[in-house]
């Protein structure tokens, strides 16, 4: 009895200083989740000011000029409606090189489009092929099992036949060896 009951004691306390650990790892989770976030907040605060009409102007020249670097004017207009595009193809090498693998990858997509139908229509035909040649066989099939029936119905009638031949044979047999005929009897005397 003080056995088990030490042995309780034993798991209680276990149990008890495992719950306290849990708990204060959730608790610095906690805190660490929700101090990372405040300080992210407070830094931006910190950071931004508040923004002025040559700030604003200054940024949106900076967004237009990062968008549009290839435009020589440093207009404050869209990059999709510049007032002149240049030659990327021209003034970029690498694009030039991207717009030709972007060609050759729509070429071979069409490729693999035309050996798919191809393809498919090679399989559509080969089964049509194959539906002919199976309807064919099992008309083929059909022809024999009937023929076979019929052997088979004049195989029975043969044997019928046959037992029929044995038993008149053995009648006749009996008959002859009544009249005292023998089977080692030479030809003249039977």
Known sequence: M????CLENRCSRRRRFLRCVSMALMLCLTAFIVGSTLVA??????????????SVSSISAAADASSCLSCSCRCHVKP???????????????RKDLLDRIALLKEEIELLKTVARDSLKHTDAVIVALKRNSRRFQSEASKCRAWMETCEK??????AEIVKERRLTKLWENRAREMRWRDNMPPERR
Do not use: I
Not at 2 to 5: E, F
Not at 80 to 94: A, F, G, I, L, S
């Open 2 to 5: 003080a056995q088990v009951r």
């Open 41 to 54: 907040v407070f830094e931006w605060r910190r950071s931004s000011s508040p923004l002025t009409t040559s």
């Open 80 to 94: 999709h409606r510049c007032p002149h595009r240049p030659d990327y193809v021209k003034t970029q090498p690498n």
């Open 154 to 159: 004049g195989r029975e009638m043969a044997e």
